[in-house]
């Protein structure tokens, strides 16, 4: 099939699927008579698995290593791969969770000084100095048996 017709059966724009072959996580296209790629219909199926790998937050060259390595991975390298992709969410999961309180406290912090007429210089705004956050009130679900 020719490029056109991959990025319609795979919702990826041509100039993505160019891009994936010459970086390498889609293998070259074979080139017609007419100087067209034709590809095989493998190509869909290792399009969806680098959507579906990005959608995950996998980056380009963690899945290109994958590709390079074999075709397909044993389920203990796959479960591996996922762990540390947990891992690492996780992590981001926690700075995010940091940051969220930190922006909480500055915000009740400069809320409560600036309703006093006081200006805060940047010390006075270090995470160790700032109010204690007040969670914003979330309305539980009302769940109907």
Not at 38 to 47: C, K, Q, T
Request: hydrophobic share 40%; aromatic share 4%; glycine share 8%.
């Amino acid at each position: 099939m020719k490029i056109g017709e991959l990025a319609e059966k795979t919702g990826v724009a041509p100039s993505a699927i160019r891009y994936y072959e010459q970086s390498g996580l889609l293998p070259k296209a074979q080139r017609g008579a007419n100087g067209y790629r034709e590809y095989a219909d493998a190509a869909v199926e290792r399009l969806r698995r680098i959507q579906m790998a990005q959608g995950l937050g996998f980056s380009l060259d963690a899945i290109r290593s994958v590709f390079a390595s074999h075709e397909d991975l044993a389920k203990d390298e796959l479960l591996s791969k996922l762990d540390g992709r947990l891992q690492e969410i996780e992590q981001l999961m926690g700075t995010l969770r940091q940051q969220q309180q930190h922006l909480l406290a500055l915000r009740v912090t400069l809320r409560d000084s600036w309703a006093e007429g006081e200006c805060l210089n940047a010390d006075a705004l270090a995470p160790d100095k700032l109010a204690k956050p007040v969670r914003p009130h979330r309305p539980k679900a009302n769940v109907h048996g």
